[in-house]
């Protein structure tokens, strides 16, 4: 391979890599099968050609009953859909539970975001958690 082959494959490999929307601060609200809620994010760390470290937290109210979930998690951002202006998301955290289902459990949530306008984007995601809870949601959030 000469030096030329060698460029140009470095070249494609950080295109295809690239982040839809690397932040640096996120905020937003959700409505989920549960509840609707609000989460904001920062970043802590990035990872060349897989996406951003971070950590989130999130506040959510149930349709039906006086139960609030806060949560906290690590989140692995950015990760890029190859020739898309998507990116995946990953998160692994602990939530706290009140009311009637009360408790603190672990937590594990991952998605699709996206762009629509300027800093806002939207966000589908699916949850699942140690209590046996499964959801789903989808948000719009700000990025900074």
Known sequence: MNVRTGMLSLLALAAVSTPASAAALWAGGNVTTAGAGVHAGAALLPIPFIGTLGVEGTGERAWNADTYRF??????????????????????????????????????????????????????????????????????????
Do not use: C, I, K, M
């Open 71 to 144: 949560a906290a998690g690590l989140t692995l951002r950015d990760l890029n859909v190859p020739l898309t202006n998507v990116d995946l998301f990953a998160t692994l955290g602990a939530e706290v539970l009140t009311g009637a289902a009360s408790g603190a459990h672990a937590y594990t949530e991952a998605g699709l975001r996206g762009p629509l306008f300027g800093p806002a984007g939207w966000r589908v995601f699916g949850r699942a958690s140690t209590s046996g809870q499964f959801g789903a949601g989808l948000g719009l959030e700000l990025r900074f």
